[in-house]
């Protein structure tokens, strides 16, 4: 018999409290049909949640780390079959709680105007295979095939925020993978070059499209699906979970970035979301562009 110590009840308690928070925080803002003096007097509390949220977060996120990370030693070593599903599940509800935190402090930061966009150079393919990684286990878990592939003429490296990148990849392909029961979530990945502008560096549009086989989303539900805290409809929530912030977290951090995010999906056909961001060419590449044969 498999006996939980100290350590894992704990870390259990802890992915369950911040859920809890996360679901107080959602229904706290879902309460926009609230007679005028009752959201006025929840005005207080509200600010005062929204500006709590990266203390808590961070607070959080060390212990989490310890979490999972000892759910992975637990699986690199022996274990029963029970044993093992039970410590997967413990290292997926981890990551799982990871990525809420992430959409929370970017939220946090949304609101208070500090969410900022810090491109550098980096390598996109890297970029798009750290995600493709990250959640191969999951697609596999459930039956899915997950296929990324980065189009040939898309240089090795570019000017981009990967952290941001990385977050809006992993909330969309997160959702994908979620909402698909059968079938497959293909990630497919081009860029074409921007026209001359002589005030700014070369650069290129980058698309991301991520098709998925799943659900799919009414016409009437898709809007909406962008703002804060909302999903396509209460039986959603209750059957998938989660807090509907990743959306609205990704389609601002890709109009910070010069993009947008898009979603083109009818019930029972499928999603397709197209996430553009705007990403500068490196000094290497442009160089290398410029010069002629010798």
């Not at 809007?223 to 509907?244: N, Y």
């Not at 961001?277 to 010069?291: K, L, P, S, T």
Request: hydrophobic residues 40%; glycine residues 10%.
């Amino acid at each position: 018999m498999f006996v939980p110590p100290p350590w894992l009840t704990w870390g259990l308690g802890l992915i369950a409290a911040a859920l809890a928070l996360a679901r107080a925080i959602g229904g706290g803002h879902r309460r926009s049909d609230a007679p005028a003096d009752v959201a006025t007097a929840s005005e207080p509390p509200q600010r005062l949640t929204s500006s709590s949220i990266a203390t808590i977060g961070h607070e959080l996120r060390t212990p989490l780390n310890g979490v999972i990370g000892m759910a992975q030693t637990l699986l690199a070593g022996k274990l029963e079959p029970t044993q093992r599903r039970q410590v997967k599940v413990i290292a997926e509800s981890g990551r799982s709680l990871n990525a809420l935190l992430n959409n929370l402090l970017g939220y946090s930061k949304l609101e208070a105007g500090r969410l900022e966009i810090a491109p550098r150079e980096e390598d996109l393919r890297n970029t798009i295979g750290h995600v493709a990684e990250l959640f191969a286990p999951l697609a596999q878990a459930k039956g899915l095939e997950l296929r990324m592939t980065v189009a040939p003429n898309l240089p090795e490296r570019l000017v981009f925020d990967a952290v941001r990148v990385r977050q809006c990849l992993s909330n969309l392909v997160s959702n994908a993978i979620k909402f698909t029961e059968a079938g497959s979530v293909t990630v497919t990945v081009s860029g074409t070059s921007c026209p001359p502008d002589p005030d700014r560096a070369p650069s290129r549009t980058v698309v991301v499209q991520v098709a998925d086989t799943g659900i799919g989303i009414p016409p009437e539900r898709q809007a909406c699906l962008f703002q804060p805290f909302v999903q396509a409809d209460d039986s959603i929530a209750r059957r998938f979970g989660g807090t509907g912030l990743g959306l609205s977290i990704t389609r601002h951090l890709a109009e910070s970035m010069g993009g947008s995010v898009t979603l083109q999906s009818a019930p029972g056909e499928g999603s397709v979301f197209r996430l553009t961001f705007i990403a500068g060419d490196a000094v290497r590449d442009v160089a290398g562009d410029d010069a002629g044969p010798n």
